[in-house]
């Protein structure tokens, strides 16, 4: 069966890992997890991630970071779905937990931070919020 959205299978993989305090998480490879997962890696929520070949397929594994033993990843919400999508102007770019958090937002130079997105002066949608 084909799977309607991805990223939030992707995210749930990671909340769950989280959760059960997982070092590491597989998922399907492709290009737009492959974005989120480098702005992840660059804002510090996760430790790693690479593409490794599992049973005849290529599938990313991620290394999740912990600090003292807490977890980096608070929170992790899909706020873009492919029934309702999320758009927002450069104006109202929100903040995630009053700026102690980040949201990635697509937009007409490729995938970004809500404060490099404010910074370049450009909207889009609103993937997915990290805290």
Do not use: F
């Not at 919400?77 to 958090?101: E, F, H, L, N, Q």
């Amino acid at each position: 069966m084909a799977m309607t959205d991805p990223i939030a299978d992707m995210l749930t993989r990671i909340r769950n890992a989280v959760k059960s305090r997982h070092e590491k998480l597989d998922v399907p490879v492709s290009r737009i997890k492959l974005n989120i997962l480098k702005i992840l890696k660059d804002e510090g929520y996760i430790q790693n991630y690479r593409i490794v070949k599992e049973a005849g397929k290529d599938v990313i594994r991620i290394a999740l970071k912990y600090v003292d033993g807490k977890n980096v990843i608070l929170g992790i919400k899909r706020i873009s779905k492919p029934g309702r999508r999320i758009y927002c102007s450069k104006d109202r770019i929100p903040r995630i937990r009053a700026g102690y958090g980040i949201s990635i937002i697509t937009t007409s130079r490729g995938l970004m931070t809500d404060s490099q997105a404010r910074e370049n002066g450009l909207g889009g949608e609103v993937l997915l919020a990290v805290w």
